[in-house]
């Protein structure tokens, strides 16, 4: 039974005991029966019929009668006058010919052109890249189809699209195998890109394979993702890290806060530091301590990766609080300070605690913080 036509009036013969049409081209599926018909002939003998074939087996023409012979197991006449190939194979590609007289004298001619395929598992990306970098050649992977017959080709994709080689941004080495027994193929492709500065920070990459024989689907692979990375980092927020200790940033009056800028980079870019987006006139440090943290202190605290050859990247920011205990700092000296005229005779005391929890303990030098290991510039920490 011929399952479909196409536009090249290609006939596939999927059934052992079905028709196929006279003067087409017939494709076959490698190790499946194929029936060839002989047009005009009668169905039953006696029969006045020859076919013919050239294929890769035979040399030339080989003449094959309903009586059979040695050729029975590749090819034989069934009683209808029908050719059986029981099961097709690549040496069976070539041209088939019947001529058969029916029992008024006609003479009919069938000729077929038999093409041979079968269907490759799903293609595979080997090694496929997790990582890329901008602005330089990176091997993505390589995309491999294995028992396709014909060879049939192997197309890269990006995002969806279909991927064409241009020698310069992208770029594809193939390379086809034939099996020296089954004669089936092995088809590689290897994907190399230079992804774009500010591209996207992931893209989807994916192969599929197309047969040679139209109305067949294409194969896909599963896709891939690799990240694209700059000279030093990911593009992708968020990969410079903030830690603060205490967890949280909250602290009593007088408790000491350290900030650390965290990053994988190498080598370390320059950490600048902001507080409540405002640039701290600090060294360059990955750590920033707050001793003895004051009111003043309180606010949102970023570090800022930079380096000369990409752009400054932002950590997220942290807030900064002050818990109030009740027990010292400024609200115990605003407490002493009520009751000073009441009590005469602790006034020189109160007065000394009021003033000790208004300031609070200060630096030496007058400074309050800064960036470890570093000296604040101008003398002073903004914010």
Aim: glycine share 14%.
């Amino acid at each position: 039974m011929a399952a479909g036509t196409t536009a090249g009036v290609w006939v596939l013969v999927l059934s052992l005991w079905g028709v196929a049409v006279s003067d087409q081209n017939i494709t076959a599926r490698i190790g499946k029966p194929l029936v060839l018909n002989c047009k005009g002939a009668p169905k039953k003998p006696p029969q006045q019929l020859e076919w013919k074939l050239n294929t890769g087996r035979t040399e030339a023409w080989k003449v094959l009668t309903p009586q059979g012979g040695p050729w029975d197991s590749v090819a034989r006449v069934l009683p209808n006058g029908s050719l059986l190939l029981p099961a097709v194979g690549i040496q069976d590609e070539g041209t088939f010919r019947c001529r058969a007289t029916s029992r008024n004298g006609k003479e009919t001619k069938s000729n077929y052109r038999v093409q041979v395929y079968q269907i490759p598992g799903k293609p595979d990306i080997v090694d496929p890249a997790s990582e890329l970098m901008a602005g330089v050649p990176n091997k993505v992977g390589t995309c491999v189809s294995e028992g396709g017959y014909p060879a049939g080709t192997l197309s890269w994709h990006l995002d969806g699209k279909t991927l064409i080689p241009d020698g310069k941004g992208v770029s594809v080495k193939e390379e086809t195998r034939r099996h020296p027994e089954t004669g089936l193929f092995t088809l590689h492709s290897e994907l190399m890109v230079t992804p774009a500065w500010g591209g996207a920070p992931q893209p989807t990459f994916s192969c599929s394979f197309s047969p040679s024989f139209p109305r067949r689907r294409a194969l896909h692979t599963a896709p891939i993702r690799p990240s694209v990375w700059g000279d030093l980092w990911p593009l992708e927020p968020h990969t410079v890290q903030l830690v603060v200790e205490p967890a949280g940033g909250a602290v009593p009056p007088g408790g000491t806060v350290t900030l650390t800028c965290e990053t994988s980079v190498q080598p370390p870019p320059q950490i600048h530091w902001t507080k409540d987006g405002t640039p701290l006139p600090l060294s360059p440090s990955p750590v920033l301590l707050l001793p003895e943290v004051g009111p003043e202190d309180q606010g949102t605290y970023s570090c800022v990766a930079t380096h000369p050859s990409h752009g400054p990247q932002k950590s997220r920011a942290i807030s900064i609080s002050i818990i109030e205990t009740g027990e010292e700092g400024p609200a115990a000296g605003e407490r002493l300070g009520k009751v000073r005229g009441k009590l005469t005779a602790l006034s020189t005391t109160a007065g000394i605690l009021g003033k000790k929890g208004t300031e609070g303990p200060r630096k030496p030098g007058g400074r309050r913080g800064g960036a470890c290991g570093a000296e604040p510039a101008g003398g002073s920490r903004g914010g």
